[in-house]
C-alpha cells in the first residue's frame, strides 16, 4: 500500500437548498499531524469538520480516511473521535459513565474499560471526579470530561471543533498546552476547527485559513504569515494584521495594486525624511511594547510597535518608512504577486 | 447572629408566606376544606325520616367493604387503570419518537395524533359509539365483511370494561405524545452526534440516553394518567352507564351514583376518602422516592 495522506478530501461541496456551505475543499493531512482550520465566523469550518465526521454527507467530491473511501460511510465506520464546540456530554450519567460510554457500546471488557478510564483521567487531571454529573464541573473541566471521552477510545484521528471556546483566557493557554501535549504524547492525528489565529497559529504544524466556504491557503503558520496568498489572509493572521497600502500612496507600483507591510518592519523617522506622513489615532500599551495605530488616507490598519511603555499623543502627524523589500504586493483582485528575489 | 442579618431572614419569610397566600386560600377553599369536609361527613349515618343523623364512626366503611359492587368496581378500576396507564404512555412515547424523527408530513403526523385530544370526552364516546353499535357500527360493517357475527362490545359484560378501556387510550395517547415530543425537543442534536460517532445503535440510545432524559416527563406523565384513570368517566355516561351488570363501572362513576342515585352522601363520602388516600400515598411515593432517582436539568 502506497503511504498517501492519512486524511484526504477532495473537492468536496456541500449545500444546503442551494446555499453555500463550503465548496471546493481540497486537503491533505499527514498522519500524527496537528491541522487547524481557521476563520471568520460562518466560514464553513464546522462543516468542514462535520463532513469529515461523517455528520454531514457531501453533495460532490470525496473523502479518504487511511486510504479508505468513506464518502458515504457512517460516522462510527470512520474509527475516529470528536470533541464538540457544546462538549455534548451526557447529562445523567456521571463523568466515569460519559468516558467510558462508547467503549461499554463497544462491548469492552469491563477490567479493560476501567484501566483505560482510570488512564483517560490521568492524563486530563480528572481523577477524583468519576461521581460528579456534568452539571456538577466547571466548563474547563466539561472541557476535560469531552477530552477525556475522545481520548478514552483510542482512535488515531480525532476532530476538535472550537473546543476552548467557552473558557476564559488563562485557561485556554492551559488547555491549549494540554491538547498539544496528548497530541505529541499519543501521536494521534488532531483537526482543530477555531476562530482564534493565535491558537491555530501556536498549535498547528499546518493552518487552512477559510472563508465564505472556500480555503483561502493551506500552509505552516509561519508561511501563512510571511507569505499570504492574498489579501485576506494578509489581514486576517498576525497580531497586529498586515496594513495594505494602496498604490496611489506610493510611487513605483502599478495602479490597483495593493501593498501589505507588518509593523514591525515600519520605522517612525523624523518629519521629512518618511514614505508617508500619518495621523496617530490611538496608543495601546501592550506590556513589552507599546502599538501606535496610524492613520493614513491611502492606507488601513497600518500601526507601528515602539518597544517599552511609548505613548504618543493622538492627532500628531509622523513620517515612516520601511524598504521594499518588506512589502507584499497584491494584484488588483487581491492576489499576492510573487516579487522578483 | 447579628439583628441585621435577623431582620433580613424576617423579610424573607414574609416575603415567602405572601408568595403562598394567593396558592394557600384557594387550595383551602376548594381543596382542603372540602376533604376534610367529606371526612367528617363520611363518620355520620345517613339521615332518613326515622332515623336522625348519627355518629357511627367507621361504620360507612365497614358497610362499603362489605359491598360486594364496591369490590367488583374497585377491581374494574384496578384493571383499567393497569392497562391504560401503560399503554397510553407507551403508544405516546412511540409517536412521540416517530413523529420527532425525520418524516415527510411530520406536522400532519403530529396534527392527526393530536386531534383526540382536543375533543371533548363527551364527543368522543359519541363517535365511538359509532364504531361500537352492534348491527349498524363500523366495527360490526366490517366484521360482516368477514362474515363474523354481530358483537355488542358495550353490552356484553366480557367486552364493556375493554370497550372504555380502547377509548381512553385512544383520547389520552396524543395528549401525552405533545409532552413527550416537547422533552424530547429540549434533547440537544449533538448528543444523538456524539453517539453516532461512538457507534452507538438506535436502540441503545434510545435506551441509555432518550428514556433516562424523559425520566421527568414520564413521571409527570404518569401522575397525570394516573389521576385520570380515576377521573376519566364522563364516556361511561355514553356508552355504558357501568352497565351491564357493574362490568364497567368506575369509582368515580360509583361515587357519582352513590351520591346522586341512590343519595346515599355518607356512603360516597367514604368511598371518596379511600381514593383520597390512595391517591395522597401516590403522591407521596412520587416525592420521596423517585424524585432523588430521576435527573432533572
Ligand atoms: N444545517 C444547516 N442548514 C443550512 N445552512 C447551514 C447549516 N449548517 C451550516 N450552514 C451554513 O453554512 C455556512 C458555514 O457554517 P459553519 O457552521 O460551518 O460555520 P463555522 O465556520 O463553523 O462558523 P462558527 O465559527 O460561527 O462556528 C454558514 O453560512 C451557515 O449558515
Ligand atoms: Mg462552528
Redesign the pocket.
Known amino acids: 500500500m502506497t503511504t498517501g495522506p492519512f486524511v484526504a478530501i477532495k473537492d468536496v461541496a456541500k449545500r444546503?437548498n442551494g446555499?453555500l456551505?463550503v465548496e471546493g475543499i481540497t486537503l491533505d493531512i499527514p498522519e500524527g499531524s496537528f491541522t487547524a482550520l481557521l476563520?471568520p465566523?460562518?466560514?464553513?469550518?464546522?462543516?468542514t469538520l462535520r463532513l469529515l465526521a461523517g455528520l454531514e454527507l457531501p453533495d460532490e467530491g470525496k473523502i479518504f480516511i487511511d486510504g479508505k473511501d468513506v464518502t458515504t460511510s457512517a460516522a462510527s465506520d470512520r474509527n475516529l473521535s470528536m470533541v464538540f464546540q457544546s462538549y455534548a456530554l451526557f447529562p445523567h450519567l456521571s463523568v466515569a459513565e460519559n468516558v467510558v460510554f462508547g467503549l461499554k457500546v463497544r462491548r469492552v471488557p469491563k477490567l479493560e474499560r476501567q484501566k483505560k478510564l482510570h488512564r483517560a483521567l490521568e492524563i486530563t487531571g480528572l481523577l477524583g471526579y468519576e461521581d460528579r454529573k456534568p452539571g456538577e464541573l466547571s466548563g474547563g473541566q466539561r472541557q476535560r470530561v469531552a477530552l477525556a471521552r475522545a481520548i478514552v477510545a483510542g482512535q488515531r484521528l480525532c476532530l476538535m471543533d472550537?473546543p476552548l471556546s467557552n473558557l476564559d483566557a488563562k485557561l485556554r493557554n492551559s488547555v491549549r498546552k494540554d491538547i498539544k501535549k496528548l497530541q505529541r504524547d499519543l501521536g494521534i492525528t488532531v483537526v482543530y476547527?477555531t476562530?482564534d489565529q493565535t491558537e491555530a497559529m501556536s498549535m498547528a504544524d499546518t493552518v487552512v485559513l477559510m472563508k465564505d466556504?472556500h480555503i483561502q491557503q493551506v500552509g505552516p503558520p509561519e508561511e501563512l504569515y510571511n507569505k499570504p496568498n492574498n489579501t485576506f489572509v494578509a489581514e486576517f493572521v498576525g497580531a497586529p494584521a498586515m496594513a495594505l497600502i494602496s498604490s496611489d500612496g506610493l510611487s513605483g507600483f502599478e495602479a490597483g495594486q495593493r501593498l501589505g507591510i507588518r509593523a514591525e518592519n515600519i520605522q517612525i523617522v523624523p518629519k521629512g525624511e518618511g514614505r508617508l506622513t500619518c495621523t496617530i489615532t490611538e496608543s495601546e500599551f501592550l506590556g513589552s511594547e507599546t502599538l501606535i495605530g496610524l492613520d493614513h488616507a491611502h492606507a488601513t490598519g497600518l500601526c507601528v510597535l515602539k518597544s517599552g511603555m511609548a505613548l504618543m499623543p493622538e492627532g500628531d502627524t509622523i513620517d515612516i518608512t520601511f524598504t521594499d523589500e518588506h512589502l507584499h504586493v497584491f494584484d488588483a483582485s487581491g492576489q499576492r504577486i510573487a516579487t522578483q528575489t | 447572629m447579628s439583628a441585621h442579618a435577623n431582620l433580613e431572614r424576617r423579610r424573607q419569610a414574609i416575603y415567602g408566606w405572601l408568595l403562598l397566600t394567593p396558592a394557600l386560600v384557594l387550595l383551602s377553599v376548594f381543596a382542603f376544606y372540602p376533604t376534610m369536609s367529606t371526612l367528617w361527613s363520611s363518620l355520620f349515618s345517613r339521615g332518613t325520616r326515622r332515623n336522625p343523623v348519627e355518629y357511627i364512626g367507621t361504620g360507612n366503611y365497614t358497610e362499603l367493604f362489605a359491598d360486594p359492587t364496591f369490590w367488583i368496581v374497585v377491581k374494574n378500576n384496578l384493571l383499567y387503570a393497569g392497562v391504560t396507564i401503560p399503554v397510553s404512555m407507551a403508544i405516546a412515547l412511540a409517536m412521540a419518537l416517530w413523529a420527532n424523527g425525520k418524516i415527510s408530513a411530520r406536522g400532519f403526523v403530529r396534527t392527526a395524533y393530536f386531534t383526540p385530544t382536543v375533543l371533548p370526552m363527551i364527543a368522543a364516546a359519541n363517535l365511538w359509539l359509532f364504531f361500537y353499535t352492534p348491527g349498524l357500527g363500523v366495527l360490526d360493517q366490517i366484521g360482516s365483511v368477514f362474515g363474523l357475527p354481530s358483537i355488542n362490545w358495550l353490552g356484553q359484560p366480557e367486552t364493556a370494561l375493554w370497550a372504555i378501556i380502547i377509548v381512553t387510550i385512544w383520547k389520552e395517547a396524543g395528549f401525552f405524545m405533545i409532552f413527550y415530543l416537547a422533552a424530547l425537543q429540549t434533547i440537544p442534536e449533538d448528543l444523538k452526534e456524539a453517539a453516532d460517532i461512538e457507534g452507538t445503535s438506535r436502540w441503545t440510545y434510545t435506551r441509555r440516553i432518550v428514556l433516562p432524559l424523559l425520566m421527568p416527563t414520564t413521571i409527570f406523565i404518569a401522575i397525570n394518567a394516573l389521576i385520570n384513570s380515576v377521573k376519566l368517566i364522563d364516556h361511561l355516561f355514553i356508552l355504558t352507564k357501568g352497565g351491564p351488570s357493574d362490568a364497567s363501572k368506575l369509582l368515580l362513576y360509583y361515587i357519582w351514583e352513590m351520591a346522586f342515585a341512590f343519595f346515599d352522601a355518607p356512603q360516597a363520602a367514604a368511598m371518596t376518602i379511600l381514593v383520597i388516600g390512595v391517591l395522597a400515598i401516590v403522591a407521596a411515593a412520587k416525592f420521596l422516592y423517585l424524585d432523588k432517582r430521576t435527573h432533572y436539568q
Open positions: 444546503w446555499q456551505g476563520g465566523s460562518g466560514c464553513g469550518k464546522s462543516t472550537e476547527v476562530h466556504g
